[in-house]
Each structure stands twice: as structure tokens, then as C-alpha cells.
DNA sequence: AAACAAAGTCAACAGTCGTTGACAAAAATA
DNA sequence: TATTTTTGTCAACGACTGTTGACTTTGTTT
């Protein structure tokens, strides 16, 4: 591995964990390679700029793993995929964090809800089936976000302290309802 | 009404508008006087600064209608809450847009969270009473807030255009839900 | 070894940020 | 009317922002 190539990486993996976690608009360029201990001016060479350092750590993110289980499974994978323990280092590297903290980011507030759209809400939809499904699927995704944002970011007691197992079958019981064909 | 008033006012009117909807570091002093017409150091005059401004829009907010209500009622308000139409007007003095915008903030975030966890999760959890209490508040909160997280910051369709009566009536088919008791 | 390209360093840029203090205009008080 | 207090204006401050270009150092290629 060049030196180039690990100087960059570990740009991506410091820019990740501020700006997944804090936000885009949050997050400044010296931050990141303060953390990285590299130069602040190699962000502009290697990424074109700040935007394009964000950009490349969304540039490996896998499909939601949900999305390819089985439709029986589907929710049961769902669930599993937002229940994960309320760990500090693990939200880190977690997407859904990253979702909350950048959607309200007036710079890139737009990527993120197609993001949403597209990799999540629309394969869903597709998935569910049936009348409604756009409905019943983004009721779903305010079940598992809602719960998320519960966790995360509002800290509400009574709910960060659940072990996964617990928290994985409150939000299916609930995502079933949500799931619900209701004509 | 003195000038002083009218200009306090115009200030913290324009300063909730903004702060309200795009979160409290994403909006300059000078964003703010500028919609208010007004000189941007009257902001550290009369408030302090730009701080005290942010929690001036603050000062006025009612408690959570819901809670008022008898307890039969209450998942039925609750519900109506967070139904309200999507219009971007009406955001600008929506409790819960702004504690979504400003949850995630640097800054703020804090004081965000004793908000939502004093003023509604904790009246919510005496108000239901039974076992598990705490965590059927939070449960609910999940769904009203996660439901409002998908229409005004994600934006997914099939629920940013649903009437206030059909979202009410889904909300509560949820919060029912969220409220039961299991054990 | 010489020539070249790549990688990293450093200072400085133009812009924005919140805030301050000196000053002028207006209003209230005497 | 004269004096004091309030209200508003203006320029500037130090700090921080993302980005740039000149420079040195390191590594590779001829």
C-alpha cells in the first residue's frame, strides 16, 4: 500500500467518524485532519475539497442488508438492522446515524433524502407489495427511524438501556402493524 | 408598544422562523437581521447574544397540549400533534420541527434533549402509568416523532401528501401499539 | 547518478462568523 | 428648553472557514 493510499484512507475514516456522527456543516476541514494527523491542505489535492471527502465515505456503503432477505424475513432483518446497542464507538461506522445527524444539513440535506428515497423507501415498496405499499413502507421506515432517533440522538431513558434482543422485538411488533395491508 | 418592543419582536419572529427550521448553527446573526430588517448588533444588545436570542424563541413555548388531556384522550391529541398539515409556513412554529432540526446541533443539542425528555417524556410516562411505563412513553415518542421525521426532514412520498385525518388515524393504530402493556 | 513525478508542508488568501465599542439620533425626563 | 436615557448605526476586531500556490521532501524511473 502507497503512502498516498493510507493517507487517504485515513482521511476517510476520520472524516466518517466526525461526519457521520456531528454532521457536515458541523464538521470542519481541520477537524478531520487534526484527528487524522495529516495536513489540512491534502483534503482539496486528494478529494477536490470538503464535499468530496464526504462524499467518499459514502462511497462504500453496502446496500441495506435488510432489503435482500426474504420477504418473510424482511422485517424480522429490518428490525435487527436498527436495534443494534446504543455504542458510541459502533455509530461511529452506522449508517442510520449518519442519516440523522446529515438530513437536516442545508448543504447535503438533499443527497440524503435520496438517498433514503432510493435505497431504502423504493426497494422496500417494491418489496412489501400490495395497495398502499409506498404508504405501509414509509410507515415502517418512521417505526425503525423514530426508535433510532429515540436512541441516538433524544437519549430517552427507558429506551437506551434495552438490550438488542428486547429492542428487536418491540420495533417488529410494531413494524407489523405498520406493515399492515388495511383495505 | 415601544420601538425597543417591536424590534425585540421582529427579532425573535424572524430568529424562530429560521432557527426553527434549518437548526441553530446552520443560521447566521446576520441571516436573521437581515430578514428582520434589522442592525445585527442589536442581536448582543438586547439578548446577549446570539445564544440568548435561540432561547428567547424558546421562552414562549406552551406546555404539550396532549398531556392536558384525560387520559382517554390523550393518544387521540398526541396523535392530532404531530398530524398537522405539511406546510412549510406553518413549520416555522412547530415545536417538533424545531426539536428535530436542533437535536443533532453541536450546541444545542443538550438542551434539546432535557427538553423532550422533561416536557414530554417524563409527564407522558406518569400520565400512562402501569409497568414499563418509561418505555411505552419512548415507544410512543418513536412513532409521533419518527412519522414527522419522514414527512417534514425525508420527505418520502406516500407520506408527505396523506390528509391530517387519514396520519392521525395511523398514528394512533401505532401508538395504541406503543402503548400497550406486555407482561 | 540524474531526471522526473508523487507526496507532504507551510503560509497566506478571501470570506464569514459572533461580538464589541464609539458614535449619532431619538425619546423621555427634568 | 436643557439633560439624561434609550435606541439605532457603523466600522472594525479576532477567530475560524475552505481553499490555493509555492515550496521541500520522498520515491520512482530512465
Request: charged letters at 25%.
Amino acid at each position: 500500500m502507497s503512502k498516498s493510499n493510507s493517507t487517504k484512507e485515513k482521511l476517510v475514516a476520520a472524516a466518517r467518524e466526525l461526519f457521520w456522527t456531528r454532521g457536515y456543516s458541523n464538521v470542519s476541514v481541520r477537524d478531520i485532519t487534526g484527528k487524522a494527523g495529516v495536513d489540512a491542505a491534502l483534503v482539496s489535492r486528494y478529494f477536490g475539497g470538503k464535499q468530496g471527502l464526504f462524499e467518499a465515505t459514502l462511497a462504500e456503503i453496502p446496500p441495506w442488508e435488510a432489503l435482500t432477505a426474504e420477504p418473510h424475513e424482511l422485517l424480522k432483518r429490518a428490525a435487527q438492522s436498527f436495534a443494534h446497542p446504543f455504542d458510541p464507538e459502533a455509530d461511529a461506522t452506522n449508517v442510520f446515524t449518519m442519516l440523522l445527524a446529515n438530513v437536516i444539513d442545508p448543504e447535503m440535506g438533499g443527497m440524503i433524502r435520496d438517498l433514503v428515497q432510493t435505497k431504502m423507501a423504493d426497494p422496500l415498496t417494491g418489496r412489501i407489495g400490495g395497495s398502499d405499499a409506498r404508504e405501509r413502507a414509509a410507515l415502517l421506515l418512521a417505526v425503525l427511524f423514530g426508535v433510532a432517533l429515540m436512541r441516538k440522538n433524544f437519549q430517552l431513558e427507558g429506551l437506551a438501556d434495552k438490550s438488542p434482543e428486547q429492542l428487536q422485538a418491540e420495533i417488529m411488533r410494531l413494524g407489523r402493524v405498520a406493515l399492515e395491508v388495511r383495505d
